[in-house]
């Protein structure tokens, strides 16, 4: 039963495919989900959490190079490249606006799939989600601030306690639970993560439903931003990696770490911040579906290539 249930959790780009494509025909089926994204996410980042224990954090200490690499990966080539694309392309100020969120989001926890799939270093990419993860309290606000405040009216003090909220809060729940009730954690752990992906692909569901119209109309040319900006994250994030001579194992790691997004954090945090422009967390929700098939297709081909150190 476990490993059914783990099969289910590795098909998270059909989930999150299947909840789109029927938000755009059958909106109802997703839009009751709206007064429960913020909570879905949580449950996602709580789950996150458990999995966690303080000793995770010393690995820090001991691949410090490593981990500093993709944290500068993670938040310099992401909104950089989120912001030229979004310029370039003349997108509408929402989804200008969504597009350079997402690229100030820290990686997904999809991420840590993905590098097991590819024979990355998945030790190393649990470390890196959960530094960006929780850097982004401090980066997502201030980076969304400095790259799209001149479009629309960023209120970083908000964003920072919404993203305090949904990530710090329930992350920070998630490692006492498995510090002091590991028993609970221990039952729990099988299913957290279908948990997980059913919730990131209601909430994906429930943006592109509510957006359904936005979508069609502007389908292509924002699906084209959306590609780029995570093929950027890939190719530009292993090219990083290997120019600071990381190894092809860790460069592989930070490259799926950056081009890999918490699209779900993204789309929570335009739809409580960006309430007048609800297209705004549309990129957010089309993120998702991106960069688990381009993860998803990465990582095959490199498990098909095992890396020579």
Request: with cysteine; proline share 7%.
């Amino acid at each position: 039963m476990t490993r059914f249930i783990q099969q289910l959790s590795n098909a998270f780009p059909v989930w999150v495919a299947a909840a789109c494509g029927l938000a755009l025909v059958e909106p109802a089926l997703f839009t009751w989900f709206i007064p429960f994204i913020s909570q879905g996410l949580a449950v996602v980042m709580l789950g996150m959490g458990m999995t966690l224990a303080p000793s995770d954090f010393a690995r820090v200490t001991a691949r410090p190079r490593a981990v500093l690499v993709g944290f500068v990966a993670q938040f310099s080539i992401m909104p950089t490249a989120a912001w030229g694309i979004a310029t370039l392309m003349g997108l509408p100020t929402p989804f200008a606006v969504g597009l350079i969120l997402v690229g100030c989001c820290p990686g997904g926890t999809a991420s840590n799939v993905v590098s097991y799939i590819a024979r990355a270093d998945v030790a190393l990419s649990v470390t890196m989600t959960t530094c960006s993860t929780l850097a982004a309290v401090l980066f997502t606000p201030l980076l969304t601030r400095l790259l799209a405040g001149h479009l629309v009216e960023v209120d970083s003090l908000k964003l920072f306690l919404d993203t305090f909220q949904v990530v710090v809060a329930p992350v920070a729940i998630g490692i006492a639970l498995n510090q002091w009730a590991p028993t609970i954690v221990k039952r729990v752990t099988p299913v957290a993560p279908l948990v997980s992906v059913l919730a990131v692909a209601l909430i994906c569901g429930c943006i592109i439903g509510q957006n359904a119209a936005a979508v069609q109309e502007s389908g292509l040319s924002l699906l084209t931003a959306i590609v780029m900006l995570h093929a950027v994250g890939f190719g530009v994030g292993y090219a990083f990696a290997r120019m600071f001579r990381l190894p092809p194992i860790a460069a592989r790691t930070v490259s799926i770490e950056t081009g890999m997004q918490n699209s779900g954090l993204g789309a929570v945090l335009a739809k409580n911040n960006f309430p007048t422009e609800p297209h705004t967390a549309v990129p957010c929700a089309i993120s998702a579906l991106v960069h688990s098939v381009l993860g998803s297709v990465l990582a095959g081909l490199w498990r098909l290539s095992p890396p020579r150190e």
